[in-house]
């Protein structure tokens, strides 16, 4: 693990998270990493949920039938998202990220994205940055290997410091992810990190070649709009702190509804069973399992 999250780990819960321990080569630690990462998302869907010093492990609920996932790792650091007038600073509509700063964000979300697919994974996933945006003090860097299985990672920096990551790999039985129909759009819900402050929910997905937009309506910040480019999208936006409970209620991630918006200038309403594959007794039926924890 990079020398900064491997640093950020340490500091989580002194209690729990000895000063000299090095989660790089500790057994526990790399015998949870290896355990979440054989986990089996079709037996029991598990949620992002964490408490300040906890591996995070986003839900494991994947668009498509037969499709497996496992987490690739997931941290979060208490306070980090600001609170206050940090939040307020957040933005609905995300603002264009380039030059250096694009690029130190990317590359920032590329190592640790290299650096934990290979300690997990024992593979090297050639991922690629495919959404960088920016919303008040904030950068989002989205990055997959562009296969058809999708292994994926969102990164989540403020003011150029990494602050939270998660993502996912295909397991040994995923299944290649079905196409997008042209108007629509596809995703997994259920990504959230959680302090006991404040939590951060985000959505990254694929969109038909027809879309060159899209809106999300949230339950805690109303309308959001993605960044949409290059056939993928990602939002994301603040909400209270949640509980593993909570998460495990619903399947639905804090998203409404859905709408995209499409080259001729229509909008076409996405459901929530069209997005994310899922029937409408899935989404409606409450989740068992948890988080990923140390």
Not at 67 to 95: I, K
Not at 213 to 228: C, P, Q, Y
Request: overall charge negative; aromatic content about 4%; proline content about 7%.
């Amino acid at each position: 693990m990079n020398d900064t999250l491997d640093h950020a780990l340490r500091g989580l819960d002194p209690a729990v998270t000895p000063a000299d321990l090095d989660t790089g080569t500790d057994p526990k630690a790399r015998a949870l990493l290896a355990r979440v990462m054989a986990a089996d998302p079709m037996g029991a869907p598990a949620p992002t949920i964490s408490s300040p010093r906890v591996l995070t492990a986003r839900r494991l609920t994947v668009a498509g039938a037969g499709v497996a996932a496992g987490v690739a790792a997931a941290l979060l650091l208490p306070g980090v998202f600001g609170g206050g007038s940090a939040m307020a600073a957040w933005t609905a509509t995300p603002h264009t990220v380039s030059g250096d700063r694009a690029i130190d964000a990317q590359e920032k979300c590329l190592d640790n994205a290299q650096d934990t697919a290979k300690r997990t994974t024992g593979r090297d996933l050639g991922f690629r940055p495919v959404v960088t945006e920016g919303r008040g003090p904030w950068t989002l860097v989205y990055v997959n290997d562009g296969s058809s299985h999708l292994a994926e990672i969102t990164c989540l920096l403020r003011d150029g410091d990494l602050v939270g990551a998660h993502g996912s790999a295909p397991g040994p039985g995923a299944q290649p992810l079905p196409p997008v129909p042209a108007g629509s759009a596809r995703a997994v819900l259920g990504s959230v990190l959680s302090t006991s402050e404040e939590s951060v929910r985000t959505v990254t997905g694929r969109v038909g070649a027809d879309v060159v937009g899209l809106e999300l309506s949230t339950e805690a910040k109303g309308d959001v709009t993605a960044t949409v480019t290059g056939g993928y999208f990602a939002a994301w936006w603040p909400d209270a702190p949640t509980t593993e409970e909570r998460e495990n209620a619903s399947l639905r991630g804090g998203v409404k509804s859905v709408t995209a918006i499409l080259q001729d200038g229509s909008r076409h309403s996405v459901p929530l069973e069209e997005l994310t594959g899922l029937t409408s007794t899935q989404l409606n039926t409450p989740a068992t399992g948890g988080s990923a924890r140390d």
